[in-house]
Structures are given as C-alpha cells and as structure tokens.
C-alpha cells in the first residue's frame, strides 16, 4: 500500500488553529489598519519577550532581515563578510545586497553548520562581519565566534531563518549575537501566511537605526536621515505571526520527537543528524546522508513521499557567484554532503503512521542497495570519499 507523505502541508496548520488565524485577520480587516500599526507593534513586543532580547523590528521577508542586519551593523560596499556557502542562497543574496563580498568558509562534517575553526584564517582588513547560519534547526557553536568577534572588533550576526526556538546553552537562537535575523516564511518553525522576518537586537542604538532603516530612512513622515529600503512586515501577517508564538514550543517539540523516530529507526543504514553539545535542534529539516541520495528519492517519489535537497549547489559554486573566483575544490566538506543529503518529510502535523513509513521505506530501499547504506564513522566525511552520483 502506497501511503502519501507530502514534504509539507501548509493546509493542516491553519486547521488546527484556524480559530485563532480568522480572528487576528478580521481584527485586523475591520481596523483599517495594515502597515506599520498596532499589531506588528503587540507582535515585536511578544517575539521579544518569546526570545529574552530587548528588541524585535519586522519586516518584509528573511533576506531583507539579513540585509537590514547587516546594514544596520555598518556593513557597505567593498566589505566581506565570513559566511558558509551550504545555507539556502538568499543568505548570500542579503550580503550582496549590500554590497559587501560573502567570504565562504567550510561547514563542520557532523551538524553541517559553519565550521568555526575555519574562521580566522579568513579574516581581513575587510572583513565586517560574521554570519553563522543556524541551519536546519541546529545552533552553531556561538561561544568561540563571539571571543574571536570580539578581540577583532567583528559584530557576529545570527542567521535564524531555519532556527526559531532553538537554544544554545539555555538562550534563544537570535538573542546572542549583535543583530539576529529571522524568516517568516510559510514552512517556517514560526511561519507566516506570506512572506515576513525580522531582525532582532539589545542594542537601543541598533533598535532605532532598524526602523529607520526599514521604512525608507525615515525618522519621521518626510524626513530621510538614513539610506533605507522599504521593508515593513504588514499588519495582518504580524497578527497571524502573533497568534502562532503560543502553539511554537509545542510544534517544536513533535519536530523534536519525529526527529527522533526517524534516527532511531534509520541510523544503522544512513547518517543521521547529529546535535550539536549544549544545543536543542528544532528541526525545521530532518537531512540525512546516503551513498546513492538520487536513487533513493526516485524510489522515495515512487512510494508517495516527498523529499527535497537542501541544497543541490552551494553557494560558492552558484553561476551567480562565480565571479567570487571559488572553485571546486575549495571546500571539500560542504562539496562532499551536499552530494549525499536527502530532506525527508517534516512538519509537526505529520501522524506517527506517515513517519513510521516514512522509515519503512528508507529502510527498505538501503536493505535492498547495500551499496548506498552510509553510516556515521570517524572516516565517513574523508573528503576522498566517492558516492554514486557527483555534482
């Protein structure tokens, strides 16, 4: 019996607090009032005190969170900024919008998130910034990159788009370093019905170069006292946004036990995600590595589950950053898995009937190809490793 697994499905979210989402709608409709107003002011105040920072400025979408971060922090034309090229690419769209180069740096074998004792030898005179992307759910090891920020006088910027409601050493993904940047992307942990995101600081001086930064440089109607963009995170997305905040702990704990289903059921065939010491994973992607990643996903297709690869192509071999000068080659860890990884369904509203076939079928496509099982081992990431499908 064929059972469909979708990777995602928006659909069921909104059913099970569609209450809550048609009345912060109409509240909003019979207002008259969309941008800028007093439900994105109530929704900052909330995802704030959700995260323990001082402040929370919405916005158009993720990347312009980045974008605004970065400006904010005085990142500019002819700046570098040290980055990881595995991330989803607006990350490096953000930095380019600024005009500032992303400097690539290789991703650590385990948690596949940026591989901090590769940090330094890629600082310059130019270099202004560092983004640590928490990606997939899982937190970076912030504590070394902000010693090393600090002695060089570099802000550390969190890229929290796939991260909401992760902690590392007890403090919430997007509350540790200068700024933090937020997507609100639909199948977001805490995802909007649109596009939104924000950006987050303690700093009072960051806070209000923020608004105005995202409303066109204004520090009142009329008056431009910065170069600024036109970002704002409109009234019925933050109150959509707002009446998610309560149920977000709760959806991240089901991530959190599907999560766990899936390892338990699939490490002695596949690798499997490996958390990071001191942190919680959310798991806004479940990724695992297999010898044999496209065959697998045709068969996966074939039984009615939906997968996806995040992501096929990093960054520093994108035809749009070629001109970078990268080169295959240049990192060898991020090339190697992204050869390998394989995204399977999750979301919190999946039943334990899709995730234990899910299971069932990984399991039995890598019984019936030995050659494509992979399990963790300290040599599984040598960089001289082949799998059956290169990029």
Not at 285 to 303: F, H, P, T, W
Request: aromatic share 10%; charged share 20%; hydrophobic share 40%.
């Amino acid at each position: 019996m064929v059972l469909n697994v979708p990777f995602g499905d928006m659909k069921l979210r909104y059913q099970e607090i569609r209450k809550d989402i048609d009345e912060a709608v109409q509240r909003v409709l019979s207002s008259g009032y969309f941008i800028l107003g007093p439900e994105l002011e109530a929704f900052e105040k909330a995802f704030a005190e959700y995260l323990g920072v001082k402040y929370a400025v919405g916005c158009a979408s993720g990347t312009e969170a980045i974008y605004l971060a970065l400006a904010a922090a005085g990142v500019g034309h002819g700046d570098e900024v040290i980055v990881v090229a595995h991330t989803a690419v607006p990350t490096i769209s953000a930095i380019s919008m600024t005009g500032a180069q992303p400097v690539f740096v290789d991703i650590d074998p385990a948690s596949y998130v940026m591989d901090v004792s590769k940090i330094q030898a890629k600082i310059t005179d130019k270099t202004k910034a560092i983004v640590p992307v928490h990606l997939y759910g899982q937190m970076v090891n912030l504590d070394p990159i902000l010693a090393l920020g600090q002695e060089m006088g570099i802000p550390v910027i969190e890229d929290v788009a796939q991260a909401t409601g992760a902690t590392y050493k007890g403090k919430q993904a997007g509350s540790i370093g200068a700024f933090a940047a937020f997507s609100y992307y639909p199948s977001k942990n805490l995802g909007a019905f649109g596009d939104g995101g924000a950006v987050t600081t303690n700093s009072k001086e960051g806070y209000e170069k923020l608004l105005k930064l995202r409303n066109y440089g204004q520090s009142k109607r009329y008056y431009h006292d910065e170069i600024g963009i036109n970002s704002r995170l409109d009234e019925i997305q933050a109150a959509i946004l707002a009446a998610q905040i309560p149920y977000l702990d709760g959806w991240n704990k089901r991530r959190r036990e599907i999560a766990r289903a899936y390892t338990e059921g699939l490490q002695d065939l596949v690798i499997v995600p490996q958390e990071n010491d001191d942190s919680v994973h959310v798991y806004h992607l479940y990724v695992i590595q297999s010898n044999d990643r496209d065959g697998l996903q045709k068969y996966l297709a074939e039984k009615g589950i939906g997968t996806l690869i995040h992501y096929p192509v990093p960054a520093h071999l994108q035809k749009a950053y070629e001109y970078r000068g990268y080169k295959r080659g240049d990192l060898p860890v991020t090339e190697l898995i992204t050869r390998r990884i394989l995204s399977l369904p999750m979301f919190p509203e999946l039943s334990d009937e899709q995730v234990a076939y899910v299971i069932a079928e990984v399991r039995n496509y890598h019984l019936k190809n030995p050659s494509a099982q992979l399990v963790y081992s300290p040599d599984v990431f040598s960089t001289s490793q082949t799998v059956s499908n290169p990029a």
